[in-house]
Nanobody
Framework: QVQPVESGGGLVQAGGSLRLSCAASGRTFSRYAMGWFRQAPGKEREFVAA????????KYADSVKGRFTISRDNAKNTVYLQMNSLKPEDTAAYYC????????????????WGQGTQVTVSS
């Protein structure tokens, strides 16, 4: 199993950039597809991006397509989310998750979750 731990959140102005990192413990990181989700206050958790075990396959929510990039480094057991052109509506707690399934956008498919990192975008 893996235990994801997110970092890199913070406060940024609209139009700015942040890079989130998710370090996962365990020696089987490359067996898991990884995903990023977010949850704003009063809203349900929503899919942001996912990446396949090898890193060759990626998926994005329409709301972040063209602005966010997910990547992974299996040698470092880490997955990243590069967020550019941030908007106030991107404000949320961002969660990293691991799934033994494929790079799915369904949060119910994910087996292991991190504690989240807060991203706040000011206008």
């Amino acid at each position: 199993q893996v235990q994801p731990v997110e970092s890199g959140g913070g406060l940024v102005q609209a139009g700015g950039s942040l890079r989130l990192s998710c370090a996962a413990s365990g020696r089987t990181f490359s067996r898991y597809a990884m995903g990023w989700f977010r949850q704003a206050p009063g809203k349900e958790r929503e899919f942001v991006a996912a990446i396949s075990r090898s890193g060759e396959g990626t998926k994005y929510a329409d709301s972040v397509k063209g602005r966010f990039t997910i990547s992974r480094d299996n040698a470092k057991n880490t997955v990243y989310l590069q967020m550019n052109s941030l908007k106030p509506e991107d404000t949320a707690a961002y969660y990293c998750a691991a799934t033994i399934s494929s790079d799915t956008s369904h949060n119910s498919d994910y087996n292991y979750w991190g504690q989240g990192t807060q991203v706040t975008v000011s206008s």
